[in-house]
């Protein structure tokens, strides 16, 4: 008999890794042992998706959290929709929804089948301390950083790990023509980084590191791909032009946007870089990988899951500058060393990392959990 699990997700959109973690994972789950239901606080597009894959959904209208009527309102309508279903597991999908869903899953007498998501690298934030406080049979956690983090917070709850996955072989075929219509000159090697434009992403010590390379008469053309898809730092795109031109990079970075789907632009670059010194994870190195991109990220949080340190591709100590340029600058001087990091990082992304696998063994965990 399937695991009835009902998912209490809090965007309607799908703009993120925790979004693209729980669209993979339905996509990819098996009926026969996984019936999942899910419950959104908010509309959106992503709701539909959901749906059209023949998987129950509702819309929650929460509000936010410092609107206590709002609060209220939710939790109500949400415990109405557990007591309608009587899932085995009720699985938030992050700290906000836990907040929502404890209270509701005590209201509907299922406290003891209430699991939650750690997608962040928990930093004593307010919403992390009042989700790890109130009650959870277990908290799932994107890394074994996520897990450590997750652990040292108190009251100390039962943790297990499933890493996200990714499907392969999306946007192949397609990186010449796309470099033709950026502009990127042919024959001038790519270094690109991919995300949010955030400052915790880093965007701005990627230029700095491009700035770097230049002055070390490195011809290389930089390419940032991402928007500001929260509307979390809308002056930090602008601030990101004025450092193109102030570093004398005019003509050498292109920046796209936000983009629909990011594999096209990875298949153009040479090296692939995450630079963000509290990567939770790091989706976006598997996808490079599985495209045969070598990449370079920061020895700290969920890179550590994922790259093998001179195999896969480099871990630097910090995201400055300066170490940046340095890993770019030995990746693109050593091609037959960069052509076998390429390889063995596409190997590692399929042999451990699929979208078939992450669901599988989430679904795992959360039957596990319901047996406990």
Not at 238 to 245: F, K
Not at 287 to 298: D, K, L, S, T
Not at 313 to 329: F, K, N, T
Request: glycine share 12%; proline share 7%.
């Amino acid at each position: 008999m399937a695991l009835r699990v009902v998912i209490v997700a809090p965007w309607g959109e799908r703009l993120g890794g925790a979004e693209e973690m729980l669209w993979l994972a339905l996509r990819h789950r098996d009926p026969r042992l996984l019936e999942p239901a899910v419950a959104f606080l908010g509309p959106g597009p992503f709701v539909d998706e959901v749906a059209a894959l023949g998987v129950a959904t509702e819309v929650i209208p929460a509000g936010r959290l410092r609107q206590p009527a709002a609060v209220a309102g939710a939790v109500f309508r949400l415990a109405s929709l557990l007591r309608r279903a009587q899932p085995d597991v009720v699985l938030a999908w992050s700290a906000k929804t836990q907040i929502y869903a404890a209270p509701a899953a005590a209201a509907a007498g299922m406290r003891d089948r209430l699991v939650w998501w750690q997608h962040q690298i928990p930093e004593r934030h307010w919403v992390d301390q009042i989700a790890t406080a109130l009650p959870a049979r277990a908290i799932g956690c994107s890394s074994d950083a996520n897990r450590r983090a997750q652990e040292a917070l108190h009251p100390r709850r039962p943790t297990f790990v499933v890493n996200p996955g990714i499907e392969f072989d999306r946007g192949r075929g397609g990186a010449a023509a796309l470099r033709e219509r950026l502009g990127i000159p042919a024959g001038r090697p790519v270094a690109g980084i991919v995300g949010r434009l955030q400052p915790w992403k880093g965007q701005d010590r990627f230029l700095a590191a491009l700035a770097e390379l230049r002055r070390r008469g490195r011809g290389v053309h930089g390419l940032l791909v991402g928007g500001d898809a929260y509307g979390r730092s809308p002056e930090y795109a602008a601030e990101l032009e004025r450092m193109i031109g102030q570093l004398g990079l005019s003509g050498r970075v292109t920046m796209t946007g936000q983009v629909d789907d990011a594999v096209p632009y990875l298949e153009l670059m040479d090296v692939a870089v995450n630079v963000s010194e509290g990567e939770p994870f790091g989706i976006v190195l598997l996808e490079a990988m599985a495209a045969g991109v070598p990449v370079v990220a920061v020895a700290k949080g969920g890179p550590l899951d994922i790259v093998e340190p001179g195999v896969t591709g480099l871990l630097i100590e910090s995201g400055e500058p300066r170490p940046l340029a340095d890993a770019i600058e030995s990746l693109l001087a050593d091609g037959k060393g960069r052509a076998a990091m390429a390889a063995a990082g596409s190997r590692r992304a399929r042999e451990r990392f699929s979208a078939g696998t992450m669901a599988d063994r989430l679904t795992a965990s959360l039957a596990g959990v319901a047996r406990d």
